[in-house]
């Protein structure tokens, strides 16, 4: 049985999800309780070493920050 009876239902509950992961995220991140680090170059290095591939330079420079925008690519706005 699906959770959402359709996709706006889940599109809607996911926005809600993000606007509560960005309360106040600046104010976490000044008291030390959350980062905001780039962990992919460490996690695609581990996975390359398990899979026994080198690890492609192209990939490893993966950097996007989410601080000003969401994962799912909709911009932040600064009340945020």
Known sequence: MPEFATTQEAIKYGDECWSQ???DWKAWKEQGLT???NWWPEIYRQAC???EIK???GVLAFNTSYENQRADL???SASG
Request: charge should be neutral; charged fraction near 15%; proline fraction near 7%.
């Open 21 to 23: 992961v960005l309360f």
């Open 35 to 37: 980062s905001h680090g």
């Open 49 to 51: 070493a398990g899979w």
């Open 55 to 57: 690890p492609d330079a």
């Open 74 to 76: 909709k911009s932040i």
